[in-house]
């Protein structure tokens, strides 16, 4: 799954062409769920930021404990709440890493992925809206999810989708056929990623020092598996 990002400041011109942003991205080295976090969506045919509650949240959802922070590509047909956020409401976050912990004799270690150059990636994600007031309203949304590439299955079973620059376009249009933006949604290309070690300082959610997603050791990436 994806319980935790690493979301670090990063030029918002380079993340899409034509990106309006009228707030600014919303940080973090240690992003837990059900915090607000910065999305992007079409706003008048327009690459748009905005902020959400990290959690999808329906009109309907009664407790915010229960809004669901990953969907399964699998099964985004299943769930009403998933399906029709799917049919007309998709975006993507923009994230410089996703943590995951891998299971050691004694504990977890915990691990950042992001891309081997150090650059944003833009994973898949789904929103809704429910009005609070009269006047005011509440954004939401979640994750979609895939299995990990063999690079990175050892650390998780899954990972958010990664959504292509090239494809964020026809990703984030309603009009897009479905099976079109259902073809994207795949494991992460085997060179794309790679993890290195972090301090366990990030397993306490509340700890917000830009220290806690320094790399502890080397990154394994697919180059290297190959050569040894």
């Known amino acids: 799954m994806a319980g935790r990002l690493h979301i670090a400041p990063q030029p918002l011109d380079s993340l899409l062409p034509g990106l309006r942003a009228d707030e600014p991205l919303l940080t973090s080295p240690n992003l ?50 998933f399906r029709d956020a799917f049919a007309a409401r998709r975006c993507v976050i923009p994230v410089s890493g996703v943590y995951a912990w891998k299971p050691q004799p004694r504990m977890k270690q915990p691990f950042l992925i992001t891309r081997v150059d150090r650059g944003s990636l833009l994973l898949a994600g789904l929103w809704c809206r429910y009005h609070t007031t009269l006047s005011a309203y509440t954004d939401s949304c979640a994750l979609i ?25 026809a990703w984030l249009d309603p009009h897009t056929p479905l099976a079109q933006a259902r073809d994207v949604l795949s494991p992460a290309p085997l060179e794309l990623l790679g993890a290195f070690p972090v301090s366990r300082r990030v397993n306490d959610p509340s700890c917000q020092d830009w220290a806690c997603g320094h790399p502890t050791g080397a990154m394994a990436r697919w180059h290297s598996e190959q050569e040894t």
């Open 145 to 169: 999810t895939v299995p990990a590439n063999p690079l990175l299955s050892s650390l998780t079973e899954r990972l958010p989708a990664l959504i292509d620059p090239a494809d964020a376009m």
């Open 32 to 81: 837990a769920p059900r915090q607000p976090l910065s999305m992007i969506r079409l706003e008048g045919g327009a690459p748009t930021l905005v902020s959400a509650f990290w959690g999808l949240t329906p009109p309907w959802l009664k407790v915010l404990d229960h809004a669901p922070h990953c969907a399964r590509a699998e099964s985004l047909g299943e769930r009403a709440m």
